[in-house]
């Protein structure tokens, strides 16, 4: 595809031809489509990652209980 239509799809559509160049190893498609693509600026609380990584270490342990090995893979060794 032209380099210049990467930027008059759909997001959506975006998303689909990076997907199909992704599962191809198409490295230079990959970059066009995220070259074409806008950017979103997302502001946080500076808290926010430890706050994500509280919230699922908390999920870990919830489901921990039922002593699921698979789940316990997401709590390090020495939680387990």
Do not use: H, W
Not at 56 to 79: F, Y
């Amino acid at each position: 595809m032209n380099e210049s239509r990467y930027g008059l799809l759909t997001t959506e559509e975006r998303l689909i031809v990076f997907l199909r160049a992704k599962s191809r190893d198409d490295k230079q498609e990959i970059q066009r489509v995220l070259d074409a693509s806008p950017r979103i600026v997302e502001k946080m609380v500076d808290f926010s990652p430890d706050l994500r990584a509280l919230r699922q270490a908390l999920e870990c342990l919830r489901n921990r209980r039922g002593r699921n090995p698979a789940v316990l893979t997401c709590l390090p060794a020495r939680c387990r």
